[in-house]
């Protein structure tokens, strides 16, 4: 399982290999549309539509632009069920010229070290590639570390927090977005990177582009297409959620109707100056 | 407990506080990770028992050296700080070792089967409790998470570690030193905010003027900067947190994106219409009403207090 001693990067078979970028992408609530229960302080997170996580667009982004410079080719990773499905439309949409999926119902509950084992083993399972992309961080679980781990998994170099990531005369250069400084490297492939914010804004598909995703191929495998075995995966699990909680709010809830505007502006005015908030 | 730790980070004070929680944890058999000599003094003063020394700072370098240093120690937990290196070294070396990993752990207990941590999920709206079990056990810690240890004048080993990696694939071609970034917001004593109630871009001036009465910065809610462009930079999850002593929410519904993002706020005042939206219950004071109306009212009251 380590993967360092017998992975071929770039294809042989062919006579003519495009390099691959590879980008992992993971469907998440939208947060927008999560609401907290009031009565037990969770997150209703079922009810939420499902979006690709904002930085792994962005890292999908990143790649389509280097495949529109110099002519890559882009495909998606991802771990997830029939609405994974659906969110890679829009990455097939966006640019992506195929999507990869492991969906198993026995992974559903897997932790971040199981997951980096079940997609180091698609990556492997899905071809040579050059670079391998995703977001930094995934804002549900904020996890901040498949990357990393299907790095080491793959025994490949990691280039983290890219804000710039691009092919310049046949050489990948980014710029890193550390804490005080911006670090610029070259990396030599195969490597691993995660983007941050400011790398781009990602495009929206066009209609044109979307009735075109619909006839991309998306190639859906379980565990043990992978080979391997579902329940050795989940004796993986380190990291179980007890539970999940909204921090208690302790403010003042103080509701001041305003019938009579005047009469309702100057209480909130007395209030804000009996509490120091006006200067 | 007779635990070992281990603990790392290049940050000394952040060190420390990793020490703190490691010897309260562990009682005693804390090891360091140091990076340069003053920082291993510091450490082995302030109660690590063996402070390793690590003098490459590379990636590749600390990677092997922490390796290393776990499988001379084998300890049950080992802590960096969530630094930004912190943050990649750490799922590295947990799935070097198939070890289970949690980030930005801002509480850390030894219970029956493994450590109980606390962080934040949901873009921070929510307060996740975990399990880790299997060993070692690897979190990272955020900065004024634990206390750094009171005693000083300790006795300790400082070990060098000289770590063999080959030469890395990834080269540094130039380190630019940052500009300094816009802290408008974030340090932002008063802050006004917009949301989708503003009906067109022109209206924001109400929210403007209110501004200046107030002595305030201006944000606004992630709807109306990222779909509608009226403004830079938003205040949530993804845009901006902020922690003035007084928020005014003006026409925003609420969500847990804008909340987390406000959740530091000493005061927080709301104008909605809708009195089941959401920002009422985020809410110190807030009035029921149309911010066409109680805007300018706000604004004029606030000036003729002034006079």
Redesign the interface.
């Known amino acids: 399982m380590t993967g360092k001693d017998k992975c071929v990067w770039r294809g042989k078979s062919s006579l003519i290999t495009v390099p691959r970028i590879v980008v992992l992408v993971k469907d998440i609530?939208d947060?927008?549309?999560?609401?907290?229960d009031?009565s037990t302080r969770?997150?209703m997170?079922e009810s939420a539509k499902r979006r690709l996580n904002?930085l792994d667009k962005r890292a999908l982004e990143a790649a389509i632009r280097m495949k529109e410079t110099a002519g890559m080719e882009v495909v998606t990773v991802s771990m997830g069920d029939e609405k994974t499905k659906t969110c890679l439309l829009e990455a097939l949409a966006m640019g992506a010229d195929a999507a990869y999926i492991v969906s198993d119902p026995a992974l559903k509950w897997v932790?971040?070290?199981a997951t980096?084992l079940v997609l180091a083993a698609a990556i492997r399972k899905a071809g040579a590639f050059d670079v391998i992309v995703s977001g930094e961080l995934s804002?549900?679980?904020?996890?901040?570390?498949?990357?990393?781990?299907?790095?080491?998994?793959l025994g490949i170099?990691?280039?983290?927090?890219a804000k710039e990531l691009k092919i310049e005369v046949g050489k990948y250069?980014a710029v890193r977005d550390?804490?005080?400084?911006?670090?610029?490297?070259?990396?030599?492939p195969p490597?691993l990177a995660t983007v941050v914010?400011e790398i781009n804004e990602p495009r929206i598909p066009s209609l044109m582009n979307i009735m075109k995703a619909k006839k991309k191929p998306i190639t859906e495998w379980n565990a043990e297409a992978l080979g391997l075995k579902a329940d050795e995966i989940i004796a993986?699990v380190?990291?179980?959620?007890?539970?999940?909680?909204?921090?208690e709010?302790s403010?003042?809830?103080?509701?001041?109707?305003?019938e009579k505007?005047?009469e309702?502006?100057?209480k909130?005015?007395f209030?804000?100056?009996s509490?120091g908030?006006?200067? | 407990m007779h635990i070992k730790t281990l603990i790392y980070s290049e940050n000394t004070e952040l060190a420390l506080q990793l020490l703190g929680k490691a010897i309260q944890l562990s009682g005693a058999g804390v090891s360091a990770i140091a990076v340069d000599g003053d920082q291993a003094s510091i450490l082995v003063s302030s109660g690590a028992v063996k402070t390793y020394l690590v003098k490459d700072h590379s990636?590749?370098a600390l990677r092997a050296g922490i390796l290393d240093v776990v499988a001379k120690e084998s300890p049950e937990l080992v802590m960096f700080g969530s630094?930004?290196r912190g943050?990649?070294l750490?799922?590295?070396v947990?799935?070097?070792l198939?070890?289970?990993?949690?980030?930005?752990c801002f509480e850390a207990e030894q219970v029956d089967g493994g450590f109980?941590v606390k962080?934040?999920?949901?873009?921070?709206?929510?307060?996740?409790?975990?399990?880790?079990?299997?060993k070692p056990?690897i979190i990272s810690v955020p900065q004024r998470s634990f206390q750094k240890p009171e005693t000083q004048g300790k006795q300790g080993e400082i070990i060098e570690l000289v770590t063999s990696t080959p030469l890395?694939?990834?080269?540094?071609?130039?380190?630019?030193?940052?500009k300094t970034t816009d802290l408008g917001l974030e340090n932002a004593k008063?802050i006004v905010s917009a949301g989708r109630g503003f009906k067109k871009k022109e209206d924001l001036k109400l929210l403007e003027e209110l501004a200046t009465e107030?002595?305030a910065k201006m944000g606004c809610s992630?709807?109306v900067s990222a779909d509608l462009g009226w403004m830079d930079q938003w205040v949530g999850?993804?845009g901006k947190k902020v922690a003035p002593?007084?928020y005014v929410a003006c026409g925003i519904s609420g969500?847990?994106?804008h909340a987390a993002g406000i959740?530091d706020s000493?005061?927080?005042?709301s104008v909605n219409s809708d009195?089941s939206a959401?920002i009422?219950?985020?809410?110190?004071?807030?009035?029921?009403?149309?911010i066409y109306?109680?805007l300018p009212?706000?604004t004029?009251?606030?000036k003729e207090?002034l006079k």
Request: hydrophobic residues 45%.
């Open positions: 609530p947060l927008n549309e999560v609401k907290i009031t969770s997150p997170v904002d932790d971040a070290h980096s804002l549900d679980g904020m996890g901040s570390q498949v990357g990393p781990r299907v790095a080491e998994l170099p990691q280039v983290t927090y250069i550390l804490e005080d400084v911006d670090e610029v490297v070259e990396a030599e490597f914010r993986f380190r990291v179980v959620v007890s539970d999940v909680k909204a921090p709010v403010r003042k809830r103080v509701m001041i109707k305003a505007i005047e309702a502006v100057a909130l005015v209030m804000l100056e509490e908030a006006l200067e | 990636f590749d630094t930004k943050r990649e750490a799922p590295r947990a799935a070097a198939k070890a289970g990993y949690s980030g930005d109980a962080r934040l999920a949901y873009g921070g709206s929510t307060i996740a409790s975990m399990m880790i079990k299997g056990t890395s694939k990834v080269k540094v071609l130039e380190s630019r030193t940052k008063i107030l002595g992630r709807p999850i993804s002593r007084l969500t847990i994106q959740r000493q005061l927080i005042v009195e959401g009422h219950q985020l809410s110190d004071y807030s009035i029921v009403g149309d109306t109680v009212a706000l004029k009251a606030l207090r």
